[in-house]
């Protein structure tokens, strides 16, 4: 492909072993700045904000492993965002939950850069990946009950991935008015927390490859 122009690019993921995954997969891409944003949105939303207080970036990317909903993206798989969501941003009622957006005090989903998001899926899945473009959660508690998984994907229609630093990272480069995306290879599913049934390494690699489908993408 190559045909989408980005100079520089910064790439966030929360701990050392998602950032030299994606370092291996670029391969030396002198395009790219790997960082590290640490757990949670908080906390990504900082370290991501101090980056592009100091750097010039065309395009954010939010990057590592995290939970599948199993209807849409299966362990192994790859999942783009086609937005970044706040799942657990608002107030809790006799009727359920509110979103921040309900209450009109702001916005709890960030779009993606769609022409990126699309073009690196399509790049994907011709290189032999299993990907989806999906919308992303963003919780501050990873969910670990059959019931919880149920209510957010009822919340959340598609919802294809869960992440605790993807709204973060996003929020930080809309302030700054740069394009963002996020990526999440699938480690496990979303729901009861089962941790043999987790494939962090094989995760790992499917986030290498990415990036070096990436490099192809961007010209």
Request: with cysteine; hydrophobic share 50%; aromatic share 4%.
């Amino acid at each position: 492909m190559g045909n989408i122009q980005v100079k520089k690019v910064l790439v966030m993921t929360a701990v050392e072993v998602e950032r030299a995954a994606v370092l291996r997969g670029l391969g030396g891409d002198g395009r790219f700045e790997v960082r590290l944003a640490d757990v949670g949105p908080a906390s990504a939303a900082a370290n991501t904000a101090l980056a592009l207080a100091v750097g010039d970036y065309d395009l954010v990317i939010s990057a590592g492993i995290g939970g599948g909903f199993a209807e849409v993206a299966g362990i192994g798989s790859l999942v783009l965002a086609s937005e970044m969501i706040a799942a657990d941003l608002g107030a809790e009622s006799a009727e359920g939950f509110i979103s921040v957006d309900e209450l009109g005090f702001g916005s709890a989903r960030i779009p993606a850069d769609h022409a990126i998001a699309a073009s690196w899926c399509e790049a994907l899945l011709a290189a032999g990946q299993r990907a989806c473009v999906g919308p992303v959660l963003t919780v501050c508690t990873a969910t670990g009950s059959a019931a919880s998984a149920s209510a957010l994907a009822a919340r959340v229609k598609g919802a294809a991935a869960e992440g605790m630093e993807g709204f973060g990272v996003a929020t930080a480069a809309k302030l700054r008015n740069v394009p963002a995306l996020e990526i999440r290879a699938i480690s496990n599913a979303v729901g009861p927390r089962d941790r043999a049934a987790w494939r962090i390494p094989e995760a790992l690699q499917s986030l290498e490859k990415a990036f070096s489908v990436l490099t192809e993408v961007l010209s």
